[in-house]
């Protein structure tokens, strides 16, 4: 009878202990998160000339190349979690325009013109209880010291932008 009431009691810990893990998730991607409490996960890359596509970096890490000296001419910046939010972004082509609105990972951009300014804004059809801002190291001059709120121009329009950081707060 002991053996049974410990097997029973074994098999009960370990379905409560994987629940537990589908609800909070294993990780990048796992779990919905979209609970009012639930901070969403974002991720984005930085495109260049030289190495093209960078690898993902996820919120406030950078992207692009923090230490060097090659220039951005392409980004994607999209949400991991959080389904009823959406990002849109644009650039700002180094002796050119701004590009159109990018959303959820797509690229904004034109492979081979330096990016001189981003701008990135968050939307939500559950109100503004998220935002996002962002910061970047610009040549010449070193990462900005701020994070931006969202809507605000990165860059000066004018300097190539080198690495950037995307974070929710």
């Keep these: 009878m002991d053996k049974i009431k410990i097997?029973?009691?074994t098999i009960g810990i370990m379905l409560f202990s994987i629940s537990s893990c589908f609800a909070w998730g294993f990780g990048w991607?796992?779990?919905d998160l979209d609970d009012i409490g639930d901070r969403p996960l974002i991720q984005y890359y930085a495109h260049t000339l030289e190495k093209g596509w960078s690898?993902?970096?996820n919120d406030g890490e950078a992207a692009g190349d923090p230490y060097g000296t090659q220039t951005i001419d392409a980004i994607r910046?999209?949400?991991l979690t959080g389904r009823?939010?959406?990002v849109m972004y644009r650039v700002h082509v180094q002796n050119g325009e701004w590009t159109g609105w990018g959303m959820n990972g797509s690229t904004a951009g034109i492979y081979g013109k330096p990016i001189d300014g981003i701008q990135i804004s968050l939307g939500s059809w559950r109100g503004d209880i998220w935002s996002v801002s962002y910061k970047g190291r610009i040549k010449g001059q070193g990462w900005s010291k701020e994070w931006l709120p969202e809507g605000e121009i990165l860059g000066n329009l004018k300097d190539p932008i080198l690495s950037f950081r995307v974070r929710v707060n």
Aim: glycine share 14%.
């Design 7 to 9: 097997f029973v009691l």
């Design 29 to 31: 991607g796992w779990g």
């Design 55 to 57: 690898d993902r970096a």
């Design 77 to 79: 910046v999209q949400f």
């Design 84 to 86: 009823n939010m959406y």
